[in-house]
T-cell receptor, first 114, second 112 residues
Framework: AQKVTQAQTEISVVEKEDVTLDCVYETRDTTYYLFWYKQPPSGELVFLIRRNSFDEQNEISGRYSWNFQKSTSSFNFTITASQVVDSAVYFCALYYNYGQNFVFGPGTRLSVLP | DTEVTQTPKHLVMGMTNKKSLKCEQHMGHRAMYWYKQKAKKPPELMFVYSYEKLSINESVPSRFSPECPNSSLLNLHLHALQPEDSALYLC???????????FGDGTRLSIL
């Protein structure tokens, strides 16, 4: 079965704190892709990153970083020095080849307080 | 501003009405998607069009009828909806397969 779990339903932090959003996935495919999307209150989902199953290099983009570990089937997302504008729901998603379909995790609602 | 445009942004309709949601993209993407999202839930895939042909229908009730008039446009025709169909309807487009999807702002639909 293809499944994405985001165990943290809601997280609240104070501005400038670092925060890590967890994502654990399940798939029997050897070729798959993992994504993170941000959904601010306005509604649209904003693409943040895509990793394929053969590339375990961690990635940093400004204050954002991602840690992909196949050994634990995890693809965690860290925001460094959080800002109020980071407040949103964050979804981790899995694309698996045979289903040619996306599976979204349940999402984590992040609130960054001033 | 998003590159995928959805209209209208809000829609209130009765259960006997017929209405349509519209989605437009000009990024040359070959795949377009409709998702339904209930409050505090992730998006659920409804339909996928690839090269203007319906390729995936996730067992959606027939009161939802998709249409892809051309490669840039995607419609969702609504008829005889139920109160439980109230949700945010999101359109997305991509180059297909595992390529990132680009989402519109969505249409917030309320069924009275």
């Amino acid at each position: 079965a293809q499944k994405v779990t985001q165990a943290q339903t809601e997280i609240s932090v104070v501005e400038k704190e670092d925060v890590t959003l967890d994502c654990v996935y399940e798939t029997r495919d050897t070729t798959y892709y993992l994504f993170w999307y941000k959904q601010p209150p306005s509604g649209e989902l904003v693409f943040l990153i895509r990793r394929n199953s053969f590339d375990e290099q961690n990635e940093i983009s400004g204050r954002y970083s991602w840690n992909f570990q196949k050994s634990t089937s995890s693809f965690n997302f860290t925001i460094t020095a959080s800002q109020v504008v980071d407040s949103a729901v964050y979804f981790c998603a899995l694309y698996y080849n045979y289903g040619q379909n996306f599976v979204f995790g349940p999402g984590t609602r992040l609130s960054v307080l001033p | 501003d998003t590159e995928v445009t959805q209209t209208p942004k809000h829609l209130v309709m009765g259960m006997t009405n017929k209405k349509s949601l519209k989605c437009e993209q000009h990024m040359g993407h070959r795949a377009m998607y409709w998702y339904k999202q209930k409050a505090k839930k992730p998006p659920e895939l409804m339909f996928v069009y690839s090269y203007e042909k319906l390729s995936i229908n996730e067992s959606v009730p027939s009161r939802f009828s998709p249409e892809c008039p051309n490669s840039s446009l995607l419609n969702l025709h609504l008829h005889a909806l139920q109160p439980e169909d109230s949700a945010l309807y999101l359109c997305a487009s991509s180059q297909g397969g595992p390529q990132p999807q680009h989402f519109g702002d969505g249409t917030r639909l309320s069924i009275l």
